[in-house]
């Protein structure tokens, strides 16, 4: 990687030292009523561990974190804070919010860092737990259940955990060390992680894995299978590719595991990406970063975009160009017989543009391989798994549960491990019940052996 293009990927925003972290926590009001933990989609204790950060109990405040999050590494750095906790901070009506997501990512740096806490784990003796998938859903129900005294394996398809986390989100805006050692502390709470691993292939099922003797199996596989636009003229030209493989590409380039010449983008090229989400934003900053004239095509309004305020506006800030209420009615080979421009249907008309690449980010579904090997998962029309209430978050195949993007659609991060986290407490319930039926009948057996005695 050349000098300039590892400095493009190095993180936006740096973290807080930990004098400014102190003194950002001392202007924590510790309010009675703190909205900021009504903002926070998994109820993280903001004040309470802003206010242990500001007496410089960073041990404290790093427990009273964990008891809801497993991520907060992860949380601190990728989360909508603007939108959730700090858009919630009173201290807004001052222009000023506590920077809660700096102070999150503080705190978890300074415990990885230092190696600080160490969490009195609990025997693994409630019960035997499979998780397969390993982005934020399974990791949340993987840590959640470890803690609470079961024994939790994780099965992964790829040669690394993380999912999204690893393979998706760009390494400036969440570094990989930080994700393999949010990962390292949830392997220290005794959870098994067994890589490329993917169940619905090789003779590994769900049912396999019953037979293996988990009590409960949780599903966060997510969505694995990116939308094309292969009912648009042109959609299979070379140059017109999915922006979750440039994204892979780039962050195996960025780990030095491939060359420049593999990643499929010319320095001065003109790339366009169609789509108005986070992962449009990803693909179109990373483009940038190698040297790209990059342009979203949005076939909505700004309004309507989906994605992150902050990175749309980083994302202009470092040149990218938008075009709203713009989709693209034809891909055109150029003489080389490679994609050369687009026909652009814009609210002025139709027009022709020349591109070199066009990265597709138009959302994604969930891949239909454990479904296809098990009895008894109902889907809906788009292949989303549908759950009950009761127990909540079990599919109709009974002991089999899921949660995250392949229920709910794709999500921010911590939406997903919200979802997970009400999942797992259901799971936690589920098994106790089951590991008590069991008992029962156990004891009814004897009974009835004695009687007969
Ligand atoms: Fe502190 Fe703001 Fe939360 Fe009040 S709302 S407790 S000032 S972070």
């Given at each position: 990687m050349?000098?300039?293009?590892?400095?493009?990927?190095?993180v936006?925003?740096e973290?807080?030292?930990?004098?400014?972290?102190?003194?950002?926590?001392?202007?924590?009001?510790?309010?009675?009523?703190?909205?900021?933990?009504?903002?926070?989609p998994?109820?993280?204790?903001?004040?309470?561990?802003?206010?242990?950060?500001?007496?410089?109990?960073?041990?404290?405040?790093?427990?009273?974190?964990?008891?809801k999050?497993?991520l907060?590494?992860?949380?601190?750095?990728?989360?909508?804070?603007?939108?959730?906790c700090?858009?919630?901070?009173?201290?807004?009506?001052?222009g000023?919010?506590?920077?809660?997501?700096?102070?999150?990512?503080?705190?978890?740096?300074?415990?990885?860092?230092m190696?600080?806490?160490?969490?009195?784990?609990?025997?693994k003796?409630?019960?035997?737990?499979?998780?397969?998938?390993?982005?934020?859903?399974?990791?949340?129900?993987?840590?959640?259940?470890?803690?609470?005294?079961?024994?939790?394996?994780?099965?992964?398809?790829?040669?690394?955990?993380?999912?999204?986390?690893?393979?998706?989100?760009?390494?400036?805006?969440?570094?990989?060390?930080?994700?393999?050692?949010?990962?390292?502390?949830?392997?220290?709470?005794?959870?098994?992680?067994?890589?490329?691993?993917?169940?619905?292939?090789?003779?590994?099922?769900?049912?396999?894995?019953?037979?293996?003797?988990?009590?409960?199996?949780?599903?966060g596989?997510g969505?694995?299978?990116?939308?094309?636009?292969?009912?648009?003229?042109?959609?299979?030209?070379?140059?017109?590719?999915?922006?979750?493989?440039?994204?892979?590409?780039?962050?195996?380039?960025?780990?030095?595991?491939?060359?420049?010449?593999?990643?499929?983008?010319?320095?001065?090229?003109?790339?366009?990406?169609i789509?108005?989400?986070?992962?449009?934003?990803?693909?179109?900053r990373?483009?940038?970063?190698?040297?790209?004239?990059v342009?979203?095509?949005?076939?909505r309004t700004?309004?309507?975009?989906?994605?992150?305020?902050?990175?749309?506006?980083?994302?202009?800030?470092?040149?990218?160009?938008?075009?709203?209420?713009?989709?693209?009615?034809e891909?055109?080979?150029?003489?080389?017989?490679?994609?050369?421009?687009?026909?652009?249907?814009?609210?002025?008309?139709?027009?022709?543009?020349?591109?070199?690449r066009?990265?597709?980010?138009?959302?994604?579904r969930?891949?239909?391989?454990i479904?296809?090997?098990?009895?008894?998962?109902?889907?809906?029309?788009?292949?989303?798994?549908?759950?009950?209430?009761?127990?909540?978050?079990?599919?109709?195949?009974?002991?089999?549960?899921?949660?995250?993007?392949?229920?709910?659609?794709?999500?921010?991060?911590?939406?997903?491990?919200?979802?997970?986290?009400?999942?797992?407490?259901?799971?936690?319930?589920?098994v106790?019940?089951?590991?008590?039926?069991?008992?029962?009948?156990?004891?009814?057996?004897?009974?009835?052996?004695?009687?007969?005695?």
């Amino acid at each position: 990687m050349s000098n300039e293009e590892y400095k493009a990927f190095q993180v936006v925003h740096e973290g807080f030292t930990t004098r400014e972290a102190i003194d950002e926590a001392k202007r924590c009001l510790h309010c009675k009523v703190p909205q900021c933990k009504k903002g926070c989609p998994i109820g993280n204790d903001i004040p309470d561990f802003v206010h242990e950060l500001s007496m410089g109990n960073i041990g404290s405040a790093m427990s009273i974190i964990n008891n809801k999050s497993n991520l907060p590494a992860i949380c601190g750095r990728v989360c909508p804070h603007e939108k959730q906790c700090q858009g919630h901070c009173v201290m807004n009506k001052k222009g000023n919010p506590i920077q809660i997501g700096k102070l999150e990512q503080f705190i978890a740096d300074f415990d990885t860092k230092m190696n600080l806490t160490r969490d009195k784990l609990p025997q693994k003796n409630r019960g035997k737990i499979a998780v397969i998938g390993s982005g934020p859903a399974g990791l949340t129900v993987a840590g959640d259940m470890a803690r609470q005294g079961f024994s939790v394996t994780i099965f992964e398809g790829q040669e690394e955990p993380g999912g999204v986390l690893m393979f998706g989100i760009p390494e400036y805006r969440l570094p990989k060390k930080v994700v393999r050692a949010e990962i390292a502390k949830i392997e220290a709470l005794g959870v098994n992680i067994i890589c490329n691993t993917l169940v619905g292939e090789n003779g590994i099922t769900v049912d396999s894995l019953f037979q293996q003797g988990f009590d409960a199996i949780f599903m966060g596989t997510g969505t694995a299978i990116p939308q094309n636009m292969n009912n648009t003229p042109g959609a299979t030209l070379r140059g017109v590719t999915q922006s979750t493989d440039f994204l892979h590409n780039v962050n195996a380039y960025n780990e030095g595991v491939i060359g420049r010449e593999m990643v499929p983008l010319r320095t001065g090229e003109k790339v366009g990406v169609i789509g108005g989400g986070n992962v449009a934003m990803d693909a179109a900053r990373t483009a940038i970063r190698l040297g790209a004239d990059v342009t979203v095509l949005y076939r909505r309004t700004q309004e309507e975009m989906p994605a992150i305020q902050s990175e749309y506006e980083e994302a202009v800030n470092e040149g990218v160009k938008f075009k709203w209420e713009t989709s693209v009615s034809e891909f055109i080979a150029g003489p080389n017989g490679r994609l050369g421009k687009c026909k652009l249907v814009t609210p002025e008309g139709e027009c022709e543009e020349n591109f070199d690449r066009i990265y597709l980010a138009i959302g994604s579904r969930p891949a239909n391989r454990i479904v296809s090997t098990t009895e008894g998962i109902e889907v809906d029309e788009k292949g989303y798994v549908k759950v009950v209430d009761y127990p909540f978050g079990m599919t109709t195949r009974r002991g089999l549960f899921a949660g995250g993007d392949v229920v709910h659609r794709p999500q921010t991060v911590v939406l997903a491990m919200k979802a997970a986290k009400e999942v797992a407490a259901s799971m936690m319930q589920y098994v106790d019940a089951i590991k008590l039926l069991q008992a029962a009948k156990i004891v009814e057996a004897d009974a009835a052996e004695e009687s007969e005695d």
